[in-house]
């Protein structure tokens, strides 16, 4: 478990540099995306839907980008980006390509349905983090004005 956190720490700052994100917030990125792999992970070992792990991971990468968005006072496409490299289904989506290549299409339409899955788990987990963000931004200020009214 250690080195698949460490692992996934170095791709994410790593694609943190490519990205050009600021120095300052290479670290906060790359801690994003292992939290986001740490979730993920763990449904794996646990033998769970990996679609649903890649959904909260995903969903968990866009909470924690909000929050250090908003405390570090950068833009969330900087911890957003990075977070979710590690749970992208690079590897799976090469082998859909290589079956199809070998005319194995059985086997690579089995591995696009499942690379389509994920990718839309990581989409879906991503707005449902915005949404959820949006709906309690809009809730506080309401409170604040109950709060204060006499």
């Given at each position: 478990m250690f080195q698949q956190l460490v692992t996934s720490f170095i791709a994410s700052a790593g694609f943190g540099i490519l990205f050009n994100v600021p120095k300052k917030s290479l670290i906060q990125c790359g801690v994003v995306g292992m939290i986001g792999w740490g979730l993920y992970f763990l449904f794996y070992i646990n033998h769970l839907n990996i679609v649903y792990g890649t959904f909260a991971a995903s969903f968990l990468v866009?909470?924690?980008?909000?929050?250090?968005?908003k405390f570090y006072r950068t833009p969330i496409l900087i911890f957003t980006v990075g977070g979710i490299i590690p749970l992208v289904p690079g590897g799976a989506a090469y082998d859909t390509?290589?079956?199809?290549?070998q005319n194995d299409y059985n086997g690579a339409t089995s591995l696009a349905g499942k690379v389509l899955?994920?990718?839309g788990a990581i989409a879906i987990?991503?707005?449902t983090s915005e949404v959820v963000n949006q709906l309690i931004r809009k809730r506080l200020?309401?409170?604040k004005k109950k709060i204060n009214l006499p």
């Open positions: 866009g909470i924690i980008s909000h929050v250090f968005a390509m290589r079956h199809f290549v899955l994920l990718s987990g991503l707005v200020p309401e409170r």
